[in-house]
């Protein structure tokens, strides 16, 4: 399908005034080949492998942004899940060394992010998999770029309660051992995780993928406000077509872009992630949208309703207009990311159980808030488990990224800085589930997995 100079023209309209932009430009690259028994000749390969593809994907991206006018925001990197490649090397202290060594690839190359610390633990722990759990505080702590996840269950292999119940006591340590609680930001646990997901901290390059392949994400929530706030008094049916053309034209800018610069680094495009992900800016929040539709504050009530139907639109939208649509595709959710959520967490609308029945429709789950430092680790594996089974029960990729905020309370605030932004830190529930979590096992696969 070809692009008309007069829809080009409308895209940069909505990059000067509607904050459109290509929010990542993730490089995935299959590190498998780079394993070698001696551990040191093992780092130099992964180094000179991410390096090379990293600056290749810098140099390539700029003169992008120049011709388009539209920004690309993160240039971000992901790679198989280190824990496949570290079977032979599993101790802490290699696990530590191995993720300094993508630090400083990156790094040296001027990447955001490096995304794949992490393993797939669905179906049970390997003895690599129980190492990087444990290496994981001093992971986070002692990096700046490297992004880690777990992918705890599936709708096909249920949930591994025995790894989530891991987590806990992880976070807490990786709390204390981090600014602010900070090296939490960097870490997700999933459910239905995929593997050519561009936006960090889950990023990963799925062990299904070519050997290096580019996936890209776009953003556009105040594109869409604009557009719906112009169509105050249209139906439902007629606001969600509006929303749906207009995601429409967002992906096919950005899976020009896409295509573009994977010819230029001559490796497969693999996908566009049509999410709309927001930022602390003004005019980029997707909270604002949901209000944009008429609600007070998200969190009121009426708000899931507001999001299935967003979320709807958006996939719609991206489908018709690219037949590489991946990723996570829907709407994201985070409350430190999203200015209008922190507002509505701020005057009370939005609370820690509203927020996880709007994940019941939205694209990725509890995404960036904060709870109080003194939460039990077994309170927080009860929340990433409640969140987690959403995902298995309905068969859709969810996730948790919290941040126990030491020596913080419920109305405190925790600043991160940049695109982390600032997280009121939101009550939680003092009852207990201990003895629930500690039945440990496995949630058994749903009757939805028997489908073949």
């Known amino acids: 399908m070809k692009f008309d100079v007069e829809e080009l023209f409308e895209t940069a309209n909505m990059t000067l005034h509607q904050n459109l932009d290509i929010r990542t430009t993730t490089l995935g690259v299959n590190l498998k080949d780079c394993i070698d028994s001696d551990f040191a000749a093992f780092q130099d390969k992964v180094y000179r492998k991410i390096n090379g593809y990293a600056r290749s994907l810098i140099a390539q991206a700029r003169p992008l942004e120049v011709k388009y006018g539209i920004p690309i925001v993160n240039k971000r990197i992901s790679i198989t899940p280190v824990s496949l490649i570290m079977e032979t090397h599993a101790t802490p202290e290699k696990y530590l060394a191995m993720a300094q060594t993508l630090d400083r690839a990156a790094r040296d190359a001027g990447i955001d992010f490096i995304g794949g610390f992490g393993a797939l633990v669905q179906g049970g722990l390997t003895r690599s998999d129980a190492v990087l759990i444990e290496a994981l505080p001093a992971v986070l702590a002692g990096t700046e770029r490297v992004c880690a996840f777990l992918n705890v269950g599936s709708t096909h292999a249920g949930l591994n309660l025995d790894a989530v119940n891991l987590i806990g006591p992880m976070l807490l340590e990786t709390a204390a051992a981090t600014p602010d609680a900070i090296g939490c930001a960097k870490f997700v646990v999933f459910v239905n995780a995929p593997e050519d997901n561009p936006f960090m901290a889950g990023a990963y390059h799925g062990i299904g993928e070519p050997d290096v392949t580019l996936n890209v994400g776009i953003s556009g929530p105040g594109v869409v406000r604009s557009v719906v706030e112009k169509h105050r008094d249209c139906d439902l049916t007629q606001l ?143 929340i990433i488990a409640d969140e987690l089974a959403i995902g298995i029960i309905n068969d859709k990729t969810t996730a948790v990224r919290v941040i126990p905020a030491p020596g913080r309370q419920a109305g405190d605030l925790v600043s991160f800085g940049g695109l982390l932004g600032v997280a009121p830190v939101m009550r939680v529930n003092p009852f207990s589930a201990r003895d629930f979590l500690r039945r440990g096992g496995r949630l058994p696969s749903t009757v939805m997995s028997m489908r073949n």
């Open 240 to 382: 969600s077509e509006v929303i749906k053309r207009t995601v429409f034209k967002i992906t096919r800018a950005g899976e020009l872009i896409g295509r573009e610069l994977a010819r230029d680094l001559g490796v497969p495009f693999g996908i566009v992630d049509i999410s709309l992900a927001s930022t602390t800016a003004a005019g980029d929040s997707v909270a604002n949208v949901v209000e944009a539709f008429g609600i007070e504050h998200i969190g009121a009530h009426g708000s899931t309703l507001a999001i299935a139907l967003l979320m709807d639109a958006v996939k719609k939208g991206g489908a018709m207009a690219s037949g590489n649509v991946g990723g996570l595709s829907g709407t994201f959710i985070p409350v430190s990311e999203d200015a209008g959520m922190i507002d509505a967490v701020l005057k009370g609308a939005l609370s820690l159980d509203k927020l996880e029945a709007l994940t019941a429709v939205c694209s990725v789950g509890l995404d960036m808030f904060a709870i109080p430092g003194d939460t039990p680790a077994e309170t927080i594996a009860a």
